[in-house]
Structures are given as structure tokens and as C-alpha cells.
């Protein structure tokens, strides 16, 4: 084999600089206004106003702990909910069954969902309409707090609903390993029951690489914007979309106010995953004693059962809020408390694709252009470090999820101040660019274990055959990998589909994709637009997943081994 | 001698005169000519699909008609727009602005005045279709907000807090705030208001703050710290006795007026609000609403006001944006404006002094039974001085926005 000793790995700098690169200069462009200084708007001078100006902001320790309380609670509850049915059903006919369904949802992007999830439960809401007015007597909706709720119920409903499909189908690839089956037999063998031997066998196994996920799971979560403006409180907000408002606040001072604010919102992240940390520390003692006490729960019938409602509770709330996106669609008139649409036109949903037209070719463009990008410097870095046989790094791995685990807020604010000081903000170049950001982490998550999985003898086989290094990647790792490598292709897809607040701040309002349109619209008035756009959202994604499972039985349609099977 | 020097003038005035009228023909026939090409970002609220497919109506028309391209970027709040142009006009960015023109009225209007944000003065008065605006009797379309517009915004549309019942749920509607306020007391729940800083819900501030304050004629003025307190003291007193009774109890407000009109729809409150008149009988046409519903205002008269289209100082298409401006002027583009169906914006137009067939345009518009003819509108009261919204905003979240419930 031909070594490559001295050269510089360009792949691995190149993607750590792509990576880090705007995140560093973007914190530290939220930082510097923070205290004060802003030359390019004419705020010269580092002070601790902008601080003094956020803490007298009336509302703001509720708006903190809104921020901190909901995206905890949801991202806890989201893989207790996960973990709890693993242990309950995994390899069994049910699992298969649900995994089928939970995949798809993890395609819909958090606003369609959320705008779906409002539908279905608010007091004029689907739910209600089903059971009015015959069993509740409600001829009209009670006056019920039940969506934009102070406490943010509802917005923690929302977010488990989304963040439950996504740590499971984590903790499904965690999964995907060897000898797993013996380790359930062997707990069974030992005489423990099926839940103990998931928690106190294969959960210490697996977890490491369920971690970074979730940590990433919560710093979304407790700094959401597009969920909030649909669900979440409004006196006051929480604290991520209040500093939106601030951004955009006529007086310009206040953009020091909202960059000290985005600090704010990173320490209350932080903390939150520093509080997750210590809960999974008592976590693993707790599992760890009962270990020894060496007691095997072996009656865990009803625990199964009730670990199991929860999960159905979401895809039966997810199926109905998609549902109800379709009927509202063609919804032209649904007064309450009918159950099903008084007058079905499919005229304006044809006229509002029609109008869409713009929106939905600059979401396409972002999210094939993303994709590919994404995709194809995934593999440029795999085929690199597979070649320099530097199969695992973890501090290019933790550049790499970098802007997942932090706020998007956090350093969104500055990149925006660097684009308008360069002259690029709003440009579609400039929103790809944050896209992939956050797009390349997820086709890197996607892509490195099948590539990893890929038996080396093929390469080495063809290597000594004397084919070249690019002759092996295109004519036998490519092929082998198309699958994965399509399936990147789509979750790149959904992703850059649901960035709503890069498109938002980065654009400048004058990059309109589906989701901004259909966040703008849902909190707005009209239903049948709102469900429009959010159905236009959710089959973006949905196109690609379908495509990417389709395309390689076409390919490979006289390739036995490589079709899927089951 | 100074009887031959006035007529000497006369005389020079008479000559001129014609002329005078030429050379505007050929300065907009120059403005036509420099406009074919450009685009023009319409920056205009985008959360009503209705007045969004008529803003692309338009747009496909000056295309047609001028070859000049209309790009509306929909925006949730004009603040925004307002924050971007200074933040352009901070980095030194003089031309080639991302905002051509922009959809604005009352304190956005005036935040870019003072900020020195808009075009020269006078071009509004400029254009060919701006003989046809009723100055007379509808002060509003110089005056917005009491901020003169020196011709640096052009009107495109009247606007009037109208409120919105379901006739089939509640015959008769109250018919001043007292009886609002008693309504929302027998009936908990039933009634809302957006919540400020929402356009809408912070005109229903106005209209109470007008309706009530001690001395109404101060709000013409620019506003004054010394008074604020005895000025907002009896609104304030009027929605603490409100707020209990309001839907969610006030925990929760809808978003805009949009949302109300779905939640009159919804049956989930009585009366709604709007600031357009013809908004209901839109609603009804579209099947948004149910045919029920009818339009009442309040004795002693509601907020009026009107809306105009402003250009910004850097914007690198101002020929276009002026000729898209004329065009939403026009009296075919004001009468399908008030058409229920398409928008039912009232027109700024005089429509008595239209020629004959532009006025039977009008004449020949139904604007349907849920629309109050224009004498029973009641009287307009007029809009604070723009210095108190922001005051009147900052003091209404201190006391009910940030309280977590």
C-alpha cells in the first residue's frame, strides 16, 4: 500500500475549519456586542450596559426558566420514554412494528409537527371536536389554557413528540452491534428479567453513544425557537424567542441587549446539560446498587405494558396532527364542533402550491445543495482517515457536533453581524453555508458506522490488484455504500428542511423557505395555509426518504445481496 | 408698477402653467423609462393570504404594464424592516438597500422619519394617479398619526377599527366599552384582544386610551412623562377590570387579528376586531367565516387611519418602486382593493371626483351585508401622537406581559 506519511491531512483541517469556524467567530461576535462594543452600528465603547439593560427586562427570570424547565423536562422525559420501551419490547414483533412508524416521523420538521400537535389538542382543537358536543356538551370550545400555556406544557408535549423519534432512532443505531443477542440471553439465563437486563446489562454498553445525542437533544431543546413561537408561552416568552424579538427591535441598542441575552441563553444550556450530567451520575449509581444487590426483577410484565403506552401515546398524536395537516388542507370551511370539514376545496390548496412556488424551489435548492455538500465532504473525510487508518477521533469528532450541542442562538447573532458587515447576509449562498453548519454534523452521524462497517477486504482485495485509490472509492465503496449513502442524502434533506432559525436570521426574511412561511402563517390565522405549508415541509423530507429507499433496489435490482431485505 | 409686475407674473404663470404640466409628463415618462428592468422588494406584512395574492395580482400587472419585476417579502412585524434599513444605514450601506419599499403606517413611519431612513420629500405627490387622493376629507392620508407625511410615504389604503360578531350568537352587540366590559363580565371567556406590541392589539390600547383619558388632546402631542401616569390611569383601571374576564383570562392572547377572526370562526369568542372594514364580508366570501356574521363599531366613534407605501433612502430601485406605488393608486387597483372577495380595503381615492367611468367602477362594487355603509362607520377618532405607543406598549407589558400568568 502506498503510505501518505507527511502530508497534512486536508480533509480533517479543512472540516474542523468549516466546522468551528463559524462558530467560534460567531460567539465571539455575540459576545463583543454583548459588552458593548458594536462598531459596524456605531457602539464603540465595552460597558456592562447591555447586561444591566437584560436584567432589568421585566419577565426575564421567567423567561430563563421556561427556557431551562421545558427543554429539560422534554429531553429527560423524551429518553426516559425511549430508553423505557427499549428495554420493555426490543426484538420483538411490536418493536419492528413501531420502528417502522417512528422512522418516518423523525422526517417531520418541528413546526409542521408542532403546527400539527395544535390542531389536534387545542380547545377548539380535533380532540375536543370528536367528542362535542355529545359527550362533553360543549357546543362551543371551553376556554381552556391549553396551547401557549405560562408554564409551557404544551411546548414540552411538542418537543418529546419530536425528540422522542430522533434518541430513538439513536439509540437503535447504539444497538447495532455484535453479540447483543447473547448478552440478552445471558441475562435471561441468570434469571433477570427482560427490562433489568436491558438497564443493568446492555444500557452501560450502548449509553456512551447515546450521550452526545441527547446532550444535543437538550441544548436544542431548551433554546428552541420555532416550537415556542407555536406552542410555547407568550407573557412572557421564553427566553429564545423573546431575544428574537429584541434582534429585530427598531432600536438598535437593543441588539446589545439580545447578544447579552444570547449569553444568557448559552449559560442556561449549559446548565441545563450540567444538571442532565449530575442526574446521569445518580443515574448510574442507582443502577449500579441494585446491580449488586443482585435482585432480578423477573415480574416485569406491567412495567412492559406501561412502557409501551407512552410510545403508542406519540405515534397515535403523530399520525392524527399529520392527518389533520392533510384534512385542513382542503379545510375551506370547519367551524366548530364538526369533526370533519362543513365545505372541502381543494381549489385554494392548488392556488397556494402555486404561490409556494418560490418558497418551495429555495427550500429544495438549499436542501439538495446542503445535501450534497454535506454528503459528499462526509465521505471525502471518511475515505481520508479510513485511508490513514484514523478510524476514531474523538476531538475531531466533538468539533464536528459542535453547533449541535450549543444554542443555535449563541452564535447565529454574530455570524449575522459578520455577514452584514461582509455584505453576504441574505444572500442564498450565505444561508447554505449556515445550513450546512448544521446539516454536515447529522450526514457525519448518519454515514461514518456503515462506512466503518464496510469490510475492508473489499478494498484491500482490490488494492492488491493494483486499482487505484479513487478506482476502489467509485467503482466498489460507492456502490456497496449507496444505500447509507442515499439515506444521508434524505436525513441531510429533513434537516436543512427544518432550520428555521438560520434561514430567518441569516436571510434576513429575504430567503422565504416552506418553514419560515408556514411558522409565519401558523401564528397567523388562517388553518388551511398554515396546514399547506406544513404539509409542503413534512414531503420535502419525505420525497428524499422515499427515494433513497427506492432508487437502490432499482440499482441493484440484479444484486440479491444488496437489496433490503424484509 | 406694481399693478404691471402682477400682471407680468399672471402672464408668466399662464405660460408656465402648461408647461409645468408637460415637463411632469416627461419626468414620469423618465421615471417609466429608468424603472423597465428593476425589481423592486416590496417589504409589506404577509400574514393575510388574502392581501398576499392580491399584492401578486398587482405585481403581475406593473410587470406586464412597465416591465418592472415585484418581489414582496413577507414580513410578521414592519419593525423588522425598520431595524434592518438603520442597521444598513449604521454600516455606511447608502445604496443598493435590500428594502425598495416598504408596506408602513403611523410609529414606523415616524422611527424612520426622525432616523432620516426615507427618501426625499415630495415624490408621493409626484406621481400621475395622486390628483385622484382625497385630501379633503381624509386628513389621515397627509397626516400619519399626526406626523405630516411631506410626501415621503404614498396612501394605499383606509383603515378603521371595526368589531366583528356572530350575529346567530349575539343579537346585539355592545355598543360602547362600558358595555363591552359588562358583556366580557356575563360572558367570561368571550371576548380578546391581541397582545401589544401586535398592530392590533395595541390599536385596541389606543381606542380605550382615547376613549378614556382625562384630557384626549395631549395624545396629539408628543409624549410627556409628566402626564403618563394620570393619562394611562383610567385605561388601565379599565383592563384590570377586564382581564379577568377575557379569554385564557388573559394568560394567553392570540397573535394577531387574524387569529381572532379563526377564533370567532371557531366559536371560541364573540367578537373579534379588525382594522378593515370590509373584513368580515371578505371572511364570509371565502368561507373563513360564517354568513351570520355582521360588523358594529362603538358610539363616540373608533381609531381611523390610513396606510401608505414608503420608499427608503438607498433603495437602488426607486423608479420602480414609484411606478408600483402609482399603480396601487390606481383607481382599478383601489376598486378590486375594496372588492369583499379580494381584499375590502377602503380606497384613498375621492371617488366623487373620479371621471365617469373609474366612478362607476366603484359605484358598481358590492361590499356585502356584513359591511356597515360608510355613514354608519361613526365618527374617527384620531391616532395618538406615535411618541405614546411606545410608552403605552413598554407600560402594558411591565403590568400584564411578563407576569408568567
Not at chain 1, 421 to 449: E, R
Not at chain 1, 451 to 458: I, K
Not at chain 2, 127 to 144: G, Q
Request: net charge neutral; with cysteine; glycine share 8%.
Amino acid at each position: 500500500m502506498i503510505r501518505q506519511g507527511g502530508k497534512p491531512d486536508v480533509p480533517s483541517v479543512l472540516i474542523a475549519l468549516l466546522m468551528a469556524g463559524p462558530v467560534v467567530a460567531g460567539l465571539a461576535g455575540t459576545a463583543l456586542p454583548a459588552f458593548g462594543y458594536l462598531p459596524v452600528l456605531g457602539f464603540e465603547t465595552f460597558s456592562l450596559q447591555p447586561f444591566q439593560a437584560l436584567f432589568a427586562e421585566p419577565g426575564l427570570a421567567t423567561s430563563a426558566w421556561i427556557s431551562f424547565s421545558t427543554g429539560l423536562v422534554a429531553s429527560v422525559l423524551s429518553l426516559a420514554i425511549v430508553l423505557v420501551f427499549m428495554a420493555g419490547w426490543y426484538g420483538t414483533r411490536t418493536f419492528g412494528r413501531v420502528s417502522r412508524f417512528l422512522s418516518p416521523i423523525l422526517s417531520i420538521p418541528h413546526a409542521a409537527a408542532a403546527i400539527g400537535l395544535a390542531f389536534l389538542i387545542a380547545p377548539s382543537g380535533f380532540f375536543v371536536r370528536l367528542l362535542s358536543p355529545w359527550m362533553t356538551g360543549w357546543d362551543r370550545p371551553p376556554d381552556l389554557l391549553i396551547l401557549n400555556d405560562p408554564d409551557g406544557f404544551a411546548m414540552t408535549l411538542g418537543l418529546v413528540a419530536k425528540e422522542v423519534p430522533f434518541l430513538f432512532l439513536m439509540t437503535l443505531a447504539a444497538m447495532n452491534r455484535p453479540h447483543l443477542g447473547a448478552y440478552f440471553k445471558a441475562g435471561a439465563t441468570l434469571g433477570y428479567g427482560r427490562m433489568a437486563t436491558f438497564f443493568l446489562i446492555i444500557l452501560p454498553q450502548i449509553y456512551p453513544l447515546v450521550r452526545l445525542p441527547m446532550l444535543a437533544v437538550i441544548a436544542y431543546a431548551t433554546s428552541v425557537v420555532d416550537v415556542a413561537e407555536i406552542l410555547g408561552p407568550t407573557t412572557p416568552r421564553p427566553l429564545a424567542p423573546q431575544l428574537i424579538v429584541w434582534m429585530n427591535d427598531p432600536d438598535l441598542s437593543m441588539r446589545l441587549m439580545a447578544s447579552a441575552g444570547a449569553l444568557l441563553q448559552l449559560t442556561i444550556s449549559a446548565l441545563a446539560i450540567t444538571f442532565y450530567l449530575v442526574l446521569e451520575k445518580f443515574a448510574g449509581i442507582a443502577f449500579k446498587s441494585s446491580a449488586l444487590t443482585g435482585k432480578r426483577f423477573r415480574q416485569d410484565r406491567n412495567g412492559q405494558i406501561a412502557s409501551l403506552l407512552p410510545m403508542l401515546l406519540i405515534l397515535v398524536l403523530m399520525a392524527l396532527s399529520t392527518g389533520l395537516l392533510v384534512l385542513w388542507s382542503v379545510a375551506k370551511s370547519w367551524w366548530f364542533p364538526a369533526a370533519f370539514p362543513q365545505v372541502l376545496s381543494i381549489d385554494r390548496a392548488v392556488n397556494a402550491v402555486l404561490m409556494a412556488g418560490p418558497a418551495l424551489s429555495a427550500t429544495l435548492t438549499l436542501a439538495l445543495l446542503s445535501g450534497v455538500f454535506a454528503t459528499a465532504l462526509t465521505l471525502w473525510l471518511l475515505e481520508a482517515r479510513g485511508f490513514r487508518k484514523k478510524r476514531d477521533s474523538k476531538k475531531l469528532k466533538m468539533l464536528i457536533f459542535l453547533p449541535l450541542l450549543l444554542p443555535q442562538i449563541g452564535f447565529l447573532f454574530g455570524l449575522q453581524m459578520l455577514f452584514l458587515a461582509t455584505g453576504l447576509g441574505g444572500t442564498l449562498t450565505s444561508v447554505l453555508l449556515s445550513h450546512l453548519i448544521f446539516v454536515f454534523p447529522y450526514a457525519f452521524l448518519a454515514l461514518s458506522d456503515p462506512w466503518n462497517r464496510l469490510d475492508p477486504r473489499y478494498e484491500k482485495a482490490a488494492a492488491s490488484l493494483g486499482i487505484s485509490r479513487s478506482m476502489i472509492f467509485w467503482k466498489i465503496q460507492l456502490p456497496l455504500l449507496l444505500r447509507p449513502v442515499l439515506v444521508t442524502l434524505a436525513v441531510c434533506i429533513a434537516i436543512s428542511v427544518g432550520q428555521y432559525l438560520p434561514t430567518l436570521m441569516i436571510g434576513g426574511g429575504r430567503i422565504e423557505t416552506v418553514t419560515t412561511e408556514s411558522v409565519a402563517l401558523a401564528s397567523g390565522g388562517n388553518r388551511q395555509y398554515a396546514a399547506l405549508y406544513g404539509l409542503l415541509q413534512l414531503l420535502v423530507p419525505l420525497a428524499g426518504f422515499t427515494l433513497a429507499a427506492l432508487i437502490p433496489n432499482l440499482v441493484h435490482r440484479n444484486r440479491s445481496a444488496l437489496q433490503m431485505r424484509g | 408698477m406694481i399693478r404691471t409686475i402682477t400682471i407680468r407674473l399672471a402672464l408668466l404663470v399662464a405660460m408656465l402653467v402648461p408647461g409645468a404640466v408637460h415637463g411632469q409628463e416627461a419626468e414620469w415618462q423618465s421615471v417609466l423609462n429608468a424603472a423597465r428592468g428593476q425589481t423592486v422588494y416590496f417589504h409589506a406584512w404577509g400574514g393575510e393570504p388574502r392581501i398576499n395574492a392580491y399584492i401578486q395580482w398587482a405585481a403581475r400587472e406593473v410587470e406586464r404594464d412597465h416591465g418592472v419585476r415585484v418581489v414582496h417579502v413577507k414580513v410578521s412585524d414592519t419593525a423588522n424592516v425598520v431595524s434592518q434599513v438603520l442597521a444598513e444605514k449604521s454600516v455606511g450601506k447608502a445604496t443598493g438597500g435590500s428594502v425598495d419599499l416598504v408596506w408602513i403606517n403611523g410609529e414606523n413611519f415616524a422611527s424612520m422619519k426622525t432616523n432620516e431612513l426615507l427618501a426625499e420629500p415630495g415624490w408621493a405627490t409626484t406621481l400621475p394617479n395622486w390628483d385622484y387622493v382625497d385630501v379633503e376629507n381624509k386628513p389621515t392620508v397627509v397626516m400619519d398619526f399626526t406626523v405630516p407625511t411631506d410626501g415621503q410615504e404614498s396612501p394605499w389604503g383606509m383603515a378603521k377599527l371595526v368589531f366583528i360578531h356572530d350575529g346567530a350568537r349575539l343579537a346585539e352587540p355592545p355598543a360602547s366599552l362600558e358595555e363591552l366590559l359588562d358583556f366580557a363580565k356575563a360572558n367570561p371567556g368571550r371576548f380578546a384582544y391581541p397582545q401589544p406590541p401586535n398592530f392590533f392589539g395595541t390599536t385596541f390600547l389606543k381606542q380605550v386610551l382615547v376613549s378614556l383619558a382625562p384630557d384626549a388632546s395631549a395624545l396629539e402631542n408628543p409624549y410627556d412623562m409628566t402626564i403618563a401616569a394620570e393619562t394611562f390611569g383610567p385605561l388601565f383601571g379599565y383592563l384590570d377590570e377586564l382581564h379577568p374576564h377575557l379569554w385564557r383570562r388573559g394568560k394567553a392572547f392570540p397573535k394577531d387579528a387574524s387569529q381572532m377572526r379563526q377564533l370567532l370562526a371557531d366559536g371560541e369568542l364573540d367578537i373579534a376586531f379588525s382594522f378593515n372594514p370590509g373584513d368580515a364580508a371578505g371572511a364570509i366570501a371565502n368561507g373563513e367565516l360564517p354568513p351570520s356574521v355582521r360588523t358594529f363599531v362603538l358610539d363616540g366613534g373608533t381609531i381611523g387611519n390610513t396606510h401608505f407605501v414608503a420608499l427608503p433612502f438607498n433603495s437602488s430601485s426607486q423608479e420602480g418602486a414609484k411606478i408600483f406605488a402609482n399603480f396601487l393608486l390606481s383607481p382599478m387597483a383601489q376598486t378590486r382593493k375594496q372588492e369583499p372577495e379580494i381584499w375590502g380595503d377602503p380606497t384613498v381615492l375621492n371617488v366623487g371626483a373620479l371621471p365617469a367611468h373609474e366612478k362607476a367602477l366603484f359605484e358598481a362594487l358590492d361590499l356585502g351585508a356584513a359591511t356597515l355603509k360608510p355613514e354608519n362607520l361613526g365618527p374617527v377618532l384620531p391616532e395618538p401622537h406615535p411618541s405614546w405607543v411606545g410608552a403605552l406598549e413598554e407600560a402594558w407589558k411591565d403590568r400584564y406581559g411578563a407576569s408568567g400568568g
